[in-house]
Structures are given as C-alpha cells and as structure tokens.
C-alpha cells in the first residue's frame, strides 16, 4: 500500500469520523431517503420502466412526503438512530425489520382509509421489505468501507489512533503539522478562544470550546485526547487535566514549555506526567545572577548520579563551566551521567570521581587537585522507612557526618560557595532521616561562622516527583500492572516539585544566599496522595473501578503531613516572590559533639542514635 493510498483512506476515515457528532440526525437522514429511494424501487419493479413514472397518480409525491414521516416516526421509536453503524449487528437488523413492517402496516392503513385507490396494492405490500433491505445494505456498505480502511491505515486488524486536540493556539498548529505522520488522525481542536470557533486548523475543523468535554456527543469516535497548551498553568490546566481525565480515555499532552526551551520535539506527544498536574507558575529566577557564579568555574557537585544531583549536572552544564566534577559512590550511577553528559554538551570538561563522602581524606585530596569553587552537596541517604530500621546509624553517619567532612573539605580548599540539600522532613523531624537532615543544617550553620571565606547555605524543599524511592515511579508501575495501587493512609499530604524546578531552586540559592542561611521554596498549596493516585489511575485510561486503592497504614517515621519552616524559625522575603529565607537557631556545639559520638560508636544501635539525636535536636520527636 503506497503512502499515497494510505493518505486517501486516512482522510476519508477522517471525514467519516468527524461526521460523528451529528450521528443520529444524519442516521435518520439517509434512513429516510433510503425509504424515498425504495419506493420508487418499488413502483419500478410493479409497472416496469415503461410505466413506473406515467402510470402513478399526481398525489402520489404527498403520499411519499407521508410515507417519509410515517418511518421517520418508526424509526424514532424503535431507538434506530441510535445504532453504531460501524458496529452493526442482529439487534440493529432486529429493530430495523420492527421499524419498517411496523412503518409500512401504518402507511397501507392511511392510503387504503384515505381511499387513495391508485396507489398500488402491491406497492404499499413491497415496500416494507425493499426499505428493509436498503436500510440494511446501506449499514452493511459502510461497515464494510469502515473495516477496509481501518486495514489500509493501520496494515491490519488494530484501532486506529483518533484524536481530539485540545487547544488551538500556535502549539496545535504546530502539532498538526508533524502529527498525521505518525498514524494519528485528529478528528478537531477545541479550544475557549471566541475569535477560533469554526475555523480550520491545516482542515482540521474548531468545534468549540473545552467545555464540550463534558458532552458524550463529542467523544463518538475518539481514542486519544491530546493536550496542546504548553504555557496554560495554574488552576485552569488542573482543571483542564481534570476534565479530560473524567472522559475515560487516554490523555497525552504535548512538551511543556520548559522542555520546549530546552530542545523537545513539539511533534513528540507524551502521557500526561505528574508534573503536568501541579499546574504551578514556574519559579523566577535570577538567569544572569546564576550564570555570574558558575560560568567558567570549576563546580563539584556530591552524589551526582542520584535523582537531584544528575539534574543538577544538567542544569549547571547549561551554564558553561569551566569544569564539572561528579563526585558519586555508585559506579552505574557515576557511568550513567557521565554518558548522558559527554553526548548532551560534548566541549564540556568533565572529571569523573569515585568516592564516599564520609572519607575526608579522599575528599581533601579531590578538593586539593582539582581546586572545585562551587561545591553543590547532593548525597545523602533519604529513603524514611529504610532509615527508620536497623540503618539509624548509617543515616547518621552519611547524611550529618558527610556533610561535615564535604564542608570541611570545601573550607580548607577555600571554596566559594557550598550548598547543603535539604529537606522539609528537617522540620519538626519525626523520623531519623529527617533529623539527620537536620543535623546536616546545623553542621553548616556552625560552619558558616567558623569558615568566614566560604558561603555554608541549604536549601529545603518538599518531596520531588519522579526521584528514586518516591511515590510516583511506584505508583506507575502499579498501575501497569493492573494494580492494586498501595496508598499508606487516606489523608496523607505532601508538598510537591519537580525535579528540575528543585535543581533551579538549588542554583538560585548558591547565586543569592549568604553565609549560613536555608532558603525555603513556596511550594503552593499540598497534595492528597490518594487524590493524585486517582488522577493518575483515570490519566492512564483506567476506570477508576479497574485499579483499585489499597490503604496500607502509615510506615515507620512516617508523618500525615510535612512542614517547610518550624515554628521557632523566622523567615525573610527575597527579591524572588517564591523563595524565603529562614535563619535557625544555631546549636553548633551540640552538633560537634554528635558528630564525634557518631564516629567513635560507628556502629551504634538504634536507640542510641535516637537518644543522641533528642538531646542535639529538641524538636525531633521519634515516633512511635
């Protein structure tokens, strides 16, 4: 099959389908003139074709006009415009054989009390069965056109891919343009512009606005619905999402505008990801100010294969180093970006580094070699429940102590500026890993007033979507497998970001932040994890009762909700609406002597390490 042929069959389908809105009007349309067309059958085939126009009686075209409107009403009753004709069947065929002898018996009746003798007997007898077989062989001819060009399109038996575009705006444009290519068949755009409706789009017709979701009508035919409003946010694409999500179909979305920006395909339509939900108004960030500190330094970031680091090795790669060191522990993980890299910015410098941050003398070593001027301080251990048992001490160890040899390091090689990544489970810890975290904060709080040179600065944010270990990845495999998606408790809620808008958040602070501050990102309003779970479940094409949600009860360490600042911190505004400053309260002392507790009892048991973590941590609560 050529190309070409493929094309014909595709736009024919296409007109086909976008007939389908109208679908039980035009039914009864062509029902009707069948029924026309086999009366004049009829009467051909009683007087033969000498006769069949001369021989009729000059009433005959008003006893038409009430034949028409008798089946008309027959047909209205019998339900049969309502049939699929694509799906014809026996109870299509069944109805039909009801509708027309039931039509054709109340006709005879009328002409024969009406004493219209010259309409012919064997007329008003014949009919019924013609209109019957017309009727059917009309559903039967548009089955079988159906059939040959769903093979021709898709070189077999499988669905074709139909689609509704929502938004037709320069993205749906452009969509357009590439998507048909790809085996798609747009059937129509919506979209609430006033000024589009009833427009073509590249023929594609503008039905109207996005509202029209909420109408069955406007589904007839439809397989896929596509999302092109890259640069709608906030409140109004949740609503969107939503709304498409409640139709039962499969949703895809075209590129964000970030991912527009940084070199996606618009053509490249992808599933609707959780990201896509927050609907939140980027960050702004300070570009120029960002570029001053990192363009053509030499920048080390720790645990750089880990979700947050490799996004932060994107993100800096863009700001043109000197040289980018990727400080790792996990050798798959330091090969992985490293490989990603090396293809994503071929000029860029890079030194690859196997190394554990708790091993000061490794890192001196490292710092002292490759003179690293801005250090960004990705690893740690931050799976709770893991933490939470039997690993107390490892979480100690890796998350406070290393962040103290890292620090230390990037004092004595005169760093520039060092940036903790933190956590909101640091806030009012009811776990060890966010009193760990914590812990962490406190070490480059003590270290910022006792290293003067360098820039000691956190950064703290909520949970990140898509980061190994968190909810989501879990939640997508779950819901592939068919189920069941595991819920820890009904109520449970989380801030949520991205995992490039953290790697930003992170960025900004090292342009903006002084010495011993922790910047805080204004993370909107928290999610119900049972919610997004539910969007995610009917995003997919799921029925909402096809995976069911199991509530497993809270894990250990695990809180209802999560904080960002604790109630003794106090905050500032900065020139950046989103982004507030928090100064805590310094308790560098205590945590001096953790940490020298941690190293001499490195395997200490869990109690202790709580115990410990109390008398240093007034606000951490373990829990039960």
Excluded at 52 to 78: C, E, H, K, M, Q
Excluded at 138 to 145: N, T
Excluded at 326 to 336: H, R, T, V
Excluded at 462 to 488: C, D, H, M, W, Y
């Amino acid at each position: 099959m050529t190309s070409a042929s493929t094309t014909v069959w595709t736009r024919i389908d296409a007109f086909l389908s976008r007939l389908r809105p109208y679908r039980e009007p035009l039914s009864l349309l062509l029902d009707c003139t069948m029924v026309a067309f086999c009366w004049n059958v009829t009467y051909l085939f009683r007087l033969g074709f000498e006769r069949w126009i001369s021989a009729r009686p000059a009433y005959d075209g008003w006893v038409l006009l009430g034949v028409i409107g008798v089946y008309a009403a027959a047909f209205t009753f019998f339900r049969v415009p309502q049939g699929m004709w694509r799906f014809s069947s026996f109870g299509d065929v069944k109805r039909l054989t009801w509708a027309c002898l039931a039509a054709g018996a109340i006709s005879a009746a009328i002409v024969l009390t009406l004493q219209l003798q010259q309409v012919p007997r064997a007329v008003l007898a014949l009919h019924p069965w013609v209109a019957l077989m017309g009727v059917c062989v009309m559903r039967i001819g548009y089955r079988m056109l159906y059939e040959h060009a769903r093979a021709q399109m898709s070189g077999g038996s499988s669905e074709v891919r139909r689609t509704l575009v929502l938004g037709a705006g320069e993205a749906g444009r452009r969509l357009l343009a590439g998507i048909h290519h790809q085996g798609w068949v747009v059937l129509g755009l919506l979209d609430d512009d006033l000024s589009k409706r009833g427009a073509r789009i590249a023929g594609v017709p503008v039905w109207g606005p996005l509202s029209l979701l909420n109408q069955p009508a406007t589904l007839e035919g439809i397989t896929h619905l596509i999302v092109a409003l890259p640069s709608m946010r906030g409140p109004r694409r949740r609503e969107v999402l939503e709304m498409a999500a409640k139709t039962g179909l499969q949703v895809l979305t075209v590129p964000s505008a970030q991912e527009l920006r940084e070199g996606r395909d618009l053509n490249r339509v992808r599933d609707i990801e959780p990201e896509d939900l927050l609907g939140r108004e980027p960050v702004s960030l300070d570009e120029v100010g960002i570029g001053d500190v990192l363009r053509a330094k030499v920048v080390l970031i720790t645990g750089a294969g880990g979700s947050i680091g490799s996004e932060l090795c994107r993100q800096v790669a863009r700001y043109e180093p000197a040289c980018l060191v990727l400080y790792e522990q996990s050798e798959f993980n330091l090969y992985a970006i490293e490989q990603e890299l090396s293809l994503s910015w071929p000029a860029l410098r890079l030194e690859c580094v196997m190394g554990d941050v708790k091993d000061l003398d490794h890192l001196q070593d490292t710092f002292s070699q490759l003179r690293p001027q801005v250090v960004f301080h990705a690893a740690a251990y931050k799976h709770v429940p893991l933490m939470e048992q039997r690993n107390a001490a490892a979480a100690l160890r890796n998350n406070a102590l290393g962040t103290y040899r890292a620090a230390l390091a990037a004092a004595q090689a005169q760093v520039e500026r060092f940036v903790l990544i933190s956590t909101d489970k640091a806030v009012n810890p009811t776990n060890v890993m966010g009193a760990t975290k914590r812990a962490a904060e406190m070490v480059v709080s003590s270290l910022a007033l006792q290293h003067p040179r360098t820039r000691f600065m956190a950064v703290r944010f909520g949970n990140v979507l898509g980061s190994s270990g968190s909810v989501i990845p879990k939640f997508k495999e779950q819901i592939a497998r068919g189920g069941p998606v595991t819920v820890t408790h009904p109520e449970i809620i989380r801030y949520f970001m991205t995992i490039p808008e953290a790697a930003r958040l992170v960025l900004q602070a090292a342009a903006i932040g002084q010495s011993g501050q922790v910047l805080v990102l204004d993370m909107g309003e928290p999610v119900k994890i049972v919610d997004l779970a539910r969007q995610l479940i009917r995003l997919s094409g799921h029925a909402p009762d096809e995976i069911p949600i199991e509530f497993t009860g809270l894990r250990p360490g695990e809180k209802l909700y999560e904080e960002l600042l604790a109630d003794a911190d106090s905050t500032l505004a900065t020139p950046y609406e989103q982004v507030r400053l928090a100064r805590l309260t310094d308790n560098g002392h205590a945590v001096h002597e953790l940490l020298q507790w941690i190293e001499e009892n490195p395997l200490a048991d869990e109690q202790a390490v709580r115990d410990r973590l109390v008398q240093v941590i007034p606000e951490y609560r373990p829990a039960r």
